[in-house]
């Protein structure tokens, strides 16, 4: 079997005993150098059509700024950046918001885009940043980055696993080099050196069993701090959300699917700064196909006690297309699951989308988006509805602006 056709796919793998993926036709999914060059094709495609420039007026809109709403008003950007709000302009072009709500761009915090396909989805459904959470071959990952018009990427490294742990399949499956796995904690600080060499904006963590040691992972953590690297950390069973908290990372991924995590647990993570994306959409896909031995309501549960503990919460999904392996999860529509997921588990509406807006973008660093603020990235969404009232109205997108480019397939109500 020709390793480089196979997949980079199931880092997301959520590791509770599953069987090795590669063994039950998880299939070809695609040739990296060719998926490479498609995507960077289509970049520079996209750089040839002519932009829409100068000032446009956003009018007749309430606006969910990123923390409240506002009273309807008129919201002006100009290129790439929000110039003003509530101020009349020159504008040349006027759109009339019938009383919508504009909103930030989404931010799904966890995804696995691999094509244009995918980030033009992310991008007609209104997520106009996503983290790429985890990357196996830095050529490949920069090509998905710095679209023109799309969800905006932000790419992670390798991610860390022990040889003989489950997700050492995939990053070996991969290449076929055993060198890429963390061996023990004598080379860790050598591994997040090379891992950050190509310049991955953050790095990803496996914890789990059998997996990583404690001081591995403690390890990895503070010299990718050293790299100025925030650290993401995979850990979807109690065990391992222990161990990602212990090594202070700053970002927890998933959230585990045997038991809840205990109050106590819960405060340790508040105090410390620590963040919570709990990618409640393939949580449940996971556990819908597997009732037996996966526990959507221990997530549930653990959501509620992040949220009690003050655990600042960050929308993620998962979003992948690979087939075969746990649970496949479309880009963009996902988004939208998960926010109605987090309002299920004890979130409101507004706690839902800071979520996935100036929360997410605090969290991540993203200083330049995640609000609706002069001298911010015109990254938009115009709905119909009104999510605050029902969460559910997010799925009335009439508009979506990417870095002040309209996306032209905006998906509208679905
Ligand atoms: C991927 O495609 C390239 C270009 O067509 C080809 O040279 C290479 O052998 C393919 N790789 C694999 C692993 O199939
Ligand atoms: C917006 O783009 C136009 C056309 O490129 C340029 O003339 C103008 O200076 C830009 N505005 C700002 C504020 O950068
Ligand atoms: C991107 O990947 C998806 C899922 O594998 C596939 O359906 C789609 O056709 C691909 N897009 C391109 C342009 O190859
Ligand atoms: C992104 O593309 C623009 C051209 O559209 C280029 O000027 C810029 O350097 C690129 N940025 C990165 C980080 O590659
Ligand atoms: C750690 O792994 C490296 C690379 O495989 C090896 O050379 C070294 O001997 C190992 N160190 C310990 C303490 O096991
Ligand atoms: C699933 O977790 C919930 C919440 O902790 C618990 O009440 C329930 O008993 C668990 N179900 C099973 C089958 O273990
Ligand atoms: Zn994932």
Redesign the pocket.
Known sequence: M?I??FLYASFLLLSLGDACPFHEGAGVVF?Y??TTTENNNFRSAQRDAPISKGKIAINNVRVFDGHRILPATTVIIENDTIRSIGHSSDANTHIDGNGGVLLPGFIDAHAHPSNFTDLQDLSRYGVTTAMLMACFQPQFCQSLKNHTGLVDIVAGSLPAAAPGSIHANIVVAVDGNEDRLVKNASVASQWVDDAVAWGPEFVKLIAESPGLDQQTLDILTKRSHEHGKRVACHASALDAYTQAATAGVDNIQHAPLDQPISASLAKRIASRGQVATPTLTILRAISDASPATRNYTAAEESVRQLKEAGVPIVAGTDANLVQGLIAIVPFGISLHEELQLLVNAGLSPAEALRAATSVAAKHWGLSDRGVIAPGKRADLVLLSGNPLEDIGATKTIQRVWLAGVEFSGAIGTF
């Open positions: 020709s480089l056709s040739n150098t060719i």
